[in-house]
């Protein structure tokens, strides 16, 4: 199996533009996860979904945040709009049995 | 909520022995751990669940005291590739973990 992919692994933008993150998670698969890393903050979890549903959104930060996942295979991550602050790492992780497989991450860079 | 791990830091020669906590404050039902090394993501170690089951790699071990609610992993033997941070992830309810800040440990030759 590729693991779980991530895409853009680097993404730049201005503040105030809107940065989708993509994911798609092992196959067979059935809870997803996003996480957000940062020196000061450590590795958060934003949100997961089990069987696409989500089930706990109380880590996402903002009303800037949303998350989707309208199949088995594929979510997004998406931050409008978008603020320095926002700079991070941030990972999505897949499991089926409760260990998590985390993707490459994304870095995301807001000037 | 976060669990609390120690050390934050711990620097070993190859063959030397390390022990990483983690404690928390609030009932759990599960303790995980990764081990992330320096621009790559977290990869997962070992998962101790109430009860006393443990899925994980071979050549680690660890331990979850659930009256103390505190986990314990235990390095032996230790090569260089071990080197990276090592996170603790509680779980107190199904499928949300929490992270610790994490135990850098670095295995010198």
């Known amino acids: 199996d590729a693991g779980v992919i991530q895409s853009p692994r680097h993404e730049v933008t201005e503040m105030g533009q809107e940065v989708t993150l993509r994911c798609k998670p092992i196959s067979g698969h059935n809870s997803l996860f996003w996480y957000r890393q940062t020196m000061m903050r450590g590795l958060e979890l934003l949100i997961y979904f089990n069987n696409n549903v989500p089930i706990d959104d109380s880590g996402m930060p903002e009303d800037r945040f949303s998350a989707k996942m309208p199949n088995a295979s594929f979510s997004t991550l998406k931050i409008q709009p978008s603020e320095p602050r926002d700079s991070a790492v941030y990972f999505c992780?897949?499991?089926?049995?409760?260990?998590?497989?985390f993707g490459p991450g994304t870095r995301l860079t807001v000037t | 909520q976060q669990p609390v791990q120690s050390p934050q830091a711990v620097i070993l020669r190859e063959g030397e022995d390390a022990v990483i906590n983690c404690s928390s404050s609030?009932?759990?039902?599960?303790v995980h751990w990764y081990r992330q090394k320096h621009g790559e993501a977290p990869v997962f170690l070992m998962i101790?669940?109430?009860?006393?089951e443990q899925k994980g790699h071979e050549k680690i071990s660890a331990s979850f005291n659930e009256k103390k609610q505190q986990s314990s992993l235990y390095l032996t033997a230790s090569q260089l590739s071990y080197s990276g941070t090592y996170f603790c992830g509680t779980e107190y309810r199904a499928g949300k973990l929490i992270f610790g800040q994490g135990t850098t440990l670095q295995v010198k030759p």
């Open positions: 101790l669940l109430k009860g006393g």
């Open positions: 992780a897949s499991s089926f049995a409760g260990e998590q497989y």
């Open positions: 609030k009932a759990l039902y599960s």
